[in-house]
């Protein structure tokens, strides 16, 4: 039986021929969709239909079943036939290749092709399916004038309901894939052989199980990497497939004479060797420029690919939540603070959460006192944002902002190290390593991008579960990653005695 070869078997098949066999004669293989992988096509398919809006009165292709697209293929002939002017997911085949095309639009005696994507601008690999809808639509008697990706515009400001035309660009790539036919051309038969084969192809793992995605094979084909291995080097910049190429899998066998950086070193001398590492006297002097009361502070956001909140953009984050530690001397006892926003307050236009919650933070913050983050860079990002929105609350927020100091800064510099903490310096691989007991696994939810598709989903009326009993969770949640936060700080003091 032919195997048809649809856009995504293409793009599978560029990105590595061994992902098209497993796709279509291992599917056994393929691991199970993920929550954040659903939310991604709900998103997708929302903004699918705002595009479609931007161009209204079309009418729909879809099939009723995606095995069989015979009748969206001749309903698209008919229509364009009959001078419809725009049609929702044309289909097209020839040659044994089939291709489905979010919109087509005619204007002014033009065909135009249009992809609508979810990103703020045109990646490499739209080009390549494009470059493939081009040439079945072109094969098949019904070749585009124009080519367009549509994709978001993030400069575009939310100010009640979302304008299709404002928030989506235009991009016209129509050269672009005119210019990759002969390579379409080249591709397609190779694939075609591949796909109809029985032979799995031999393909050694590369960048490419990385590149355009995180390929779902990947558990498969890297088996045979070594939990410890020379991935896992701290930013290895290609140190780490120069090795592999050589035959080095394991850190321990790294060379002695391979030039590594500081870091680097640490993370190799802590696995040969259990070795840990700890700089008492920069860490000393980074500490003892701290002030009491200390704040241990860190942010929750939500950063929709379509904002939900008049006044921000596309991909804005925007914090919904945040938890406070304040201890006010060495020795004294924690006051904990915190901040969660109501859902509804996204979707009322005369309230602004983000206000309530700068309400809320001149409450809970003093005058004095330097404020504890975990890679300050990105909480200090969001008060920015912050004192743009709200010119009138910019003093005092700027005046925080002056008073930030990033508990990342003795982890990332390899000032201290323990072996245990691999090629990270994150939060999560240094809690462990430094107090083994600190965990995050009694809390239902447990890690910063479930508590944001959470929360995001109680904003758009997509939550299912229990709303009271989730809150408390999304409350523990941010107020046990402060908490690690101060496990941190008293670790470093107590290590650090003269």
């Known amino acids: 039986m032919t195997k048809i070869i649809s856009k995504s078997r293409f793009v599978s098949g560029i990105q590595c021929s061994k992902k098209v066999y ?25 903004i699918g239909e705002l595009a479609q ?54 204007t002014e005696n033009e065909r135009w092709a249009i992809e609508v994507k979810s990103s703020s601008e045109v990646k490499k690999y739209h080009l390549t399916d494009a470059s493939l809808q081009y040439w079945v639509m072109n094969k098949s008697g019904l070749k585009p004038d124009k080519f367009f990706l549509m994709h978001i515009n993030t400069a575009y400001i939310k100010q009640g309901e979302i304008n299709p035309d404002e928030l989506f660009t235009l991009a016209d790539i129509t050269q672009q894939v005119i210019e990759n036919q002969d390579w379409v051309t080249e591709n397609l038969e190779k694939l075609k052989t591949i796909i109809a084969g029985e032979k799995e192809p031999v393909v050694e793992i590369g960048k490419h199980c990385n590149a355009p995605f995180s390929c779902d094979y990947k558990h498969h084909c890297w088996k045979h990497i070594p939990e410890q291995s020379v991935f896992s080097l701290y930013s290895p910049r290609g140190l780490d497939w120069n090795l592999y190429q050589q035959g080095i899998f394991k850190i321990i066998d790294i060379p002695e004479n391979t030039p590594l950086n500081h870091r680097q070193n640490l993370q190799v001398n802590g696995q040969k060797n259990t070795a840990s590492h700890i700089d008492q006297a920069r860490i000393n002097e980074f500490l003892n420029t701290w002030e009491f009361p200390l704040y241990f502070f860190d942010f929750e956001t939500i950063f929709p690919a379509l904002p939900v909140l008049d006044g921000t953009r596309p991909f804005q984050q ?48 003093g005058e004095t006192g330097s404020i504890v983050a975990y890679n300050a860079t990105f909480e200090i990002s969001r008060l920015k944002e912050l004192a743009i929105a709200f010119p009138e609350d910019q003093v005092f927020i700027e005046e925080l902002i002056s008073r930030f100091v990033d508990l990342l800064v003795p982890f ?62 999304l409350l523990k949640y941010c107020e046990r990653d402060t908490y690690g936060m101060v496990v941190i700080w008293k670790y470093l003091v107590e290590n650090t005695k003269s």
């Open 412 to 473: 990332r510099n390899g000032w201290h190290y323990e072996p245990e903490m691999g090629g990270s310096a994150s939060i999560k691989a240094v809690l462990p390593a430094i107090a083994p007991a600190f965990s995050y696994e009694d809390l239902e939810i447990s890690n910063g991008g479930d508590a944001s598709n959470i929360f995001l989903s109680m904003i758009n009326n997509t939550f299912e579960g229990d709303f009271n009993a989730t809150r408390q969770h």
């Open 53 to 106: 809006s931007a161009f209204p009165n079309g009418k729909d292709a879809s099939p009723e079943n995606y095995y069989d697209f015979s009748k969206s293929i001749q309903d698209t002939k008919d229509w364009i036939d009959a001078g419809i002017d725009t049609i929702y997911e044309a289909a097209f085949s020839s040659h044994g290749v089939l291709a489905a095309l979010d919109i087509l639009h005619h």
């Open 318 to 365: 925007v914090p919904f939540q945040y938890s406070l530690h304040i201890l006010k001397q060495a020795g004294g006892e924690y006051i904990h603070k915190e901040f969660l926003a109501e859902p509804i307050d996204f979707n009322i236009s005369s309230v602004d959460p983000r206000k309530k919650l700068i309400e809320q933070m001149k409450l809970d913050f």
């Open 22 to 46: 497993f796709d279509i004669h291992r599917k056994d293989l393929k691991p199970i969709i993920s929550e954040q992988q659903e939310l991604l096509f709900a998103t997708g398919h929302k």
